[in-house]
């Protein structure tokens, strides 16, 4: 019997909780259509008036934060604590546009000496959202709360093993006065999906997740001369030039490295250590691996991992530890199935991949700490740059100049200094190469989907 499409399976214990009717074809088309219906009148709700309806999506979060955290703790296996955090987060992203929105989208005064010239923000119509598991809500915060307040209307397509959470979206979104067919959840299939692309009335679409996937999507989107923005995979480097504490340093790396259970697009996902202190930082990391207990999300703390999103997540990891084993890399602790059904694998630490080797180059989505060796800064930085992805990346030493002339040179959309990653609302997300194009949050993020037109009078 296969596996329904729209699920909630759950991973702690690998059953089926709940299954969801998938979206029929025509329900996938008259979402475009209901979407652009909607669009007429949204786009010509002056702005001032749809910031009053997305700050209140904000306050529904914040209010509903611990029901949220727990339906997707369920769903996809996140710590209760962190699912808190991805919900207020989520409401901080929806609050950031509806404060600054309305400043954004103000029109752009060009200097010409022939008459008055300005660029003005328009919306583009319907955009098509394809949003992925890891951060249910976060990632569609990103997405929905800039385009809602440029006037765009959206069809969201969820995961499929988050379908509680999606349902959950859209009535924050109708409780908080959206007015119908501004924001719609489809249930929808792949094949689905490349028809709504299609649609006539959509206008662009959004996808974070695979490579894969956004390699698919892309070029639908490209056939049809739809505007696409991709955030897709990541293995970025995190160097460690010196430190005067090398166990604080791997402690902040192995933690940075298993939050959300080590199933983020830009986790550190190769530690990359100078040789004087490398096997001291490798012993730590293995230290605290081998002190790790599972636990369910609701328990979790401190010293404890929760599982993958799914089991088919979790198989695939090991195989991908098997094959870096295989291909000459020391497995120090950890990548162990947990049993027969649900979704933990042990945290691991993960050495000598040699470079070039096909897993070398591949994402390992899940709590793996794989730490390289180098003696230069030339060698750490000819490292950080081979690779396909280039989604982010962190330098650390004690001299902030030492580790800024290294991070200026990394091949990533973001670049950071003694610090894991830049967070926040108004700070910029997205990536290079094979990590997608297009950036959310912050200013730039509301200005991806939208007609910048000029108006010019002679």
Not at 48 to 63: C, Q, S, W, Y
Not at 105 to 116: F, N, R, T
Not at 137 to 148: G, I, T
Not at 171 to 187: H, K, R
């Amino acid at each position: 019997m296969s596996t329904p499409n729209y699920r909630v399976e759950n991973p702690v214990t690998g059953k089926v909780e709940e299954t969801f009717e998938s979206t029929t074809d025509a329900q996938a088309l008259e979402a475009v259509d209901t979407a652009h219906a909607a669009f007429i009148s949204w786009r010509a709700t002056p702005i001032e008036e749809r910031a009053k309806v997305v700050h209140r999506i904000a306050e529904l979060f914040e209010e509903r934060k611990d029901e949220l955290a727990q339906i997707i703790s369920t769903e996809m296996g996140k710590p209760l604590s962190e699912g808190v955090e991805e919900v207020e987060f989520s409401s901080a992203i929806f609050d950031y546009y509806a404060t600054n929105g309305p400043r954004f989208a103000a029109d752009e005064k060009i200097p010409s000496e022939g008459g008055a010239a300005h660029i003005q923000r328009l919306p583009l119509g319907v955009l098509l959202g394809i949003m992925p598991w890891n951060f249910p809500y976060y990632q569609v915060a990103r997405f929905a709360a800039p385009n809602l307040m440029l006037g765009n209307t959206i069809v969201l397509k969820h995961a499929e093993i988050c379908p509680r959470s999606a349902l959950a979206i859209q009535q924050i979104m109708e409780d908080a006065g959206l007015p119908e067919g501004v924001y719609n959840t489809v249930f929808a299939t792949h094949e689905q999906i490349e028809k709504v692309i299609e649609h006539k009335h959509l206008q662009g679409v959004s996808l974070t997740g695979s490579e894969r996937a956004g390699a698919a999507v892309a070029a639908i989107a490209g056939k049809n001369l739809k505007k696409a923005v991709l955030e897709l995979g990541g293995s970025d480097p995190y160097i460690v030039l010196d430190t005067d504490d090398v166990k604080a340093a791997a402690e902040l790396a192995w933690g940075t490295r298993m939050y959300n259970t080590g199933q983020a697009c830009n986790s550190n996902k190769r530690m990359i250590i100078m040789e004087d202190i490398y096997e001291d930082f490798v012993a730590h990391l293995v230290t605290l691996a081998g002190g790790m207990k599972p636990a369910k999300p609701e328990e979790a703390g401190e010293g404890t991992f929760t599982p993958l999103s799914s089991r088919t997540a979790a198989e695939g990891l090991k195989k991908q530890l098997d094959r870096a084993v295989e291909a000459g890399a020391t497995l120090h602790a950890g990548g162990q199935l947990l049993d027969e059904a649900s979704s933990y694998i042990s945290p691991a630490v993960l050495t000598n991949v040699p470079v070039g080797s096909e897993i070398y180059y591949e994402e390992l989505f899940g709590p793996v700490a794989t730490v390289y060796k180098v003696a230069s800064e030339e060698e750490a930085i000819a490292l950080a740059n081979d690779s396909q992805y280039g989604l982010g990346g962190a330098v650390f030493s004690q001299d902030e100049a030492r580790a800024a002339t290294v991070a200026r040179q990394l091949e990533v959309g973001m670049a950071n200094v003694n610090t894991p990653a830049g967070e926040g609302a108004e700070i910029p997300f997205g990536g290079v190469k094979r990590s997608g194009y297009g950036r959310e949050l912050g200013p730039y993020g509301m200005d991806e989907f939208v007609n910048k037109r000029l108006y010019y009078v002679a």
